[in-house]
């Protein structure tokens, strides 16, 4: 993979990886970890699990589909992504307010990230 839009699925595949990954197969998860968070290429898996390059690419291809099919049933990264862009939205405008009402709106803040963080564990 080269360039931006190789960075760009490389992130995607990671996010989702985090929401999904569970629910692959062990193969498909040691696949995805190998390719796209530790660099390894096509040929290096392959050698790995004795079988042939084309034979690693159509291992990725499909756990790529099943993650992106997980997501669009699910939806769990989009939802993920609009309520972190809210509450960093909300981080900016506490930042504006008097200290005592900042520091209590910023606990409530901070709370919403924590439950979402767990329920998104939770739910795998």
């Known amino acids: 993979m080269h360039g931006e839009n190789a960075l760009e699925k490389t992130n995607r595949i990671n996010v989702l990886f985090d929401f999904y990954g569970p629910l692959l197969t062990e193969k498909q998860q040691t696949f995805l970890k190998w390719y796209f968070h530790d660099d390894f290429s096509l040929g290096e898996i392959a050698a790995e699990f004795e079988i042939s390059r084309q034979a690693v690419y159509e ?62 564990a939770d739910e795998l």
């Open 59 to 120: 291992h990725l291809k499909r756990a790529e589909q099943v993650l992106e099919g997980y997501e669009q049933k699910l939806g769990l990264a989009a939802r993920h992504e609009v309520l972190e862009a809210g509450l960093s939205q909300l981080d900016r405008q506490i930042a504006l307010l008097e200290s005592p009402v900042r520091e209590k709106l910023q606990e409530t803040v901070n709370r919403l990230r924590g439950a979402e963080q767990s329920q998104s």
